[in-house]
């Protein structure tokens, strides 16, 4: 029996018989690829063999730092604190007598001087009474020394001459009450100082010594700068006020501001139990009245002085887990050496232990340093600040 196989190519579509040729195809870019890709791999393999393969590991460079000297100085130490600048004096100025307000002389700000007329009460009532004093006053006094002239010639009791001479007393009295009312219609400036603003105008009634001033006068010339340091300082404080006085450097910043010295002439009797400190006042004589009452300002107290110790910058310094360290090149290589802090002023710090003049301590990049290694010195940035020297 003859079975006839149906030729096939008939039914299979043009795209699937052109598979073979095309996986042919296919295969043979992709042997190529990958073929380049073996040689590069070769190549690159050869390259870091020759590089690396018969040199060992990688060196790593010394890390960079920035160094400055250790000196030798005298310094001083200073406590740094805040003080508040206070009016040397406060007048509350009140009316003596009571009156009506007839005039205020002066400019509300206006600085004035001991003695200076500031406001007027009617006077009239006073001199009224005044004059009427005066006049009892020398009847008084005539009746009294006629008195006195008849006790003399025994024409009249001892008692009517003590009488009259207690009269011409009392009368006399009268007439210096009267006449001290009178005097204080006038109201003048006890001090020299800086008015402030009226508060009671010209036309209203005043009460004598009643409890809403006139006017408030405050006196800055001189001032006061009060502050306090801790109560540690104290025996520092008495040492050097007995043997060279105490001097505040006051620096009031702002384009007034500036360093000032202010003599300290007083010292707190009392440790302030809520701060642990103790208060000293300072006064500056404020002739261009630079500081104003209620002002902060900065205060430094020089309480003692260290001689010839090293001082490097504060950056050279690290705090470590026992001591504080700085890192010192010698020979290239960083040496860590303890030292202890006798004074730290933010800007230098005087120390002790194996640092000598003249050392270079690194004041930058020391997170990158390892002890006993390599460091590459390099210089400050341009721009940034320099080193402390």
């Known amino acids: 029996m003859n079975i006839r196989i149906p030729d096939t190519t008939s039914i299979i579509p043009p ?10 195809r296919s295969s043979s870019r992709t042997r190529a690829i990958l073929g380049i890709a073996g040689v590069l791999a070769v190549a690159l393999a050869f390259v870091a063999w020759r590089i690396f393969g018969g040199a060992g590991a990688p060196v790593r460079p010394p890390p960079p730092v920035q160094v400055s000297r250790a000196v030798r100085k005298d310094v001083s130490i200073v406590e740094h604190t805040i003080g508040t600048v206070l009016a040397n004096a406060t007048v509350q100025l009140t009316a003596r007598v009571q009156g009506q307000l007839i005039s205020a002389n002066f400019v509300e700000g206006q600085l004035v001087h001991k003695g200076d007329l500031l406001f007027q009460i009617d006077p009239r009532p ?5 004059d009427s004093a005066m006049a009892s006053l020398v009847s008084a006094k005539a009746k009294a020394a006629r008195y006195a002239r008849l006790l003399e010639q025994k024409a009249i009791a001892p008692q009517d001459a003590d009488d009259a001479k207690a009269a011409y007393l009392e009368a006399r009295a009268n007439a210096e009450m009267a006449r001290l009312n009178l005097e204080y219609t006038t109201i003048r400036s006890p001090i020299d100082g800086k008015t402030g603003p009226v508060l009671i105008q010209p036309g209203n009634l005043v009460t004598a010594n009643a409890t809403s001033p006139l006017v408030v006068i405050t006196q800055f010339q001189p001032v006061k700068v009060s502050f306090a340091l801790p109560q540690a300082d104290l025996p520092r404080i008495q040492d050097r006020q007995r043997s060279n006085g105490l001097t505040a450097a006051i620096d009031a910043h702002g384009p007034n501001g500036g360093h000032l010295d202010a003599t300290i002439d007083f010292i707190g009797n009392a440790i302030d139990n809520a701060t642990g400190t103790i208060e000293l006042r300072a006064t500056y004589a404020n002739a261009d ?3 104003v009452p209620g002002q902060l300002v900065d205060v430094g107290v020089t309480l003692n002085a260290l001689k010839g110790v090293t001082v ?3 950056d050279a310094v690290n705090l470590g887990p026992n001591s504080h360290y700085v890192y010192v090149v010698k020979d290239g290589n960083a040496k860590m050496q303890d030292v202890n802090v006798l004074y730290d002023d933010g800007a230098g710090v005087a120390i002790e232990g194996n640092v000598r003049p003249g050392d270079s301590v690194i004041t930058d990049g020391q997170l990158r340093v390892l002890p006993n290694k390599p460091v590459a010195i390099i210089k400050p940035r341009t721009g940034s600040k320099p080193a402390t020297q």
């Open 15 to 24: 795209s699937v018989q052109a598979w073979p040729e095309r996986i042919r």
């Open 126 to 130: 006073y001199r009224a009474t005044y």
């Open 289 to 291: 009245s630079r500081l």
């Open 312 to 314: 490097v910058p504060h």
